[in-house]
């Protein structure tokens, strides 16, 4: 499925901000399962990362991720997704939880769909999920990178600029094969 771009990064590496500067520009875009399911989920909604049940969550992270690109298997058009299955791997192992097979099988079904990885901005912004430290960032971004090149994705690197820049980055290389 080559009409599916994945955008990820560690935590504040902007990927939100290039996938709402894409849905903007008229793009359609998937939005991040893990704040989904963490804003709607009533096991999760409210809480921090060291509050709920990772093991849970990350399923049904995995499961949502599944049912937004499992309806676009078939379909025409082009499509941004903020996060992807190698976070989910790379999030997984980081809490020293399985990965199941099953799961994996489910996420080289999308190999062929490139990955941009943007870098890490500058600052650092906390939240409820958002919890790690500076150098537990470098980690994750590092594992996400990792599982993206285990599940066999192309990997596509985005430098630091400007939002609408990166945007247009993004689309000039995404662009390019359709």
Known sequence: MNNLF????????GKTSVINELKERGYNTIPEAARLVAENDSRFKGKTIKEIDLKAF???IFSLQKRQTGSLIGKGGIYFSDRGFGDS??????????FPDYFFDYA???RNSPVFILEPLEFYRTDE???ESPEEREVIHAE???AYEELGHPIIRVPV???NERADFVL?????GS
């Open 144 to 146: 996400i990178i990792r």
């Open 161 to 163: 600029m400007e939002k």
């Open 6 to 13: 994945f955008i990820s990064g560690g935590p504040c590496t």
């Open 108 to 110: 080289r079904k999308f």
């Open 89 to 98: 791997l790379a999030y997984t192992r980081m809490a020293n939880l399985d």
């Open 58 to 60: 990350q399923n049904e």
């Open 172 to 176: 000039q290389k995404s662009l390019k």
């Open 129 to 131: 999920l958002r919890t």
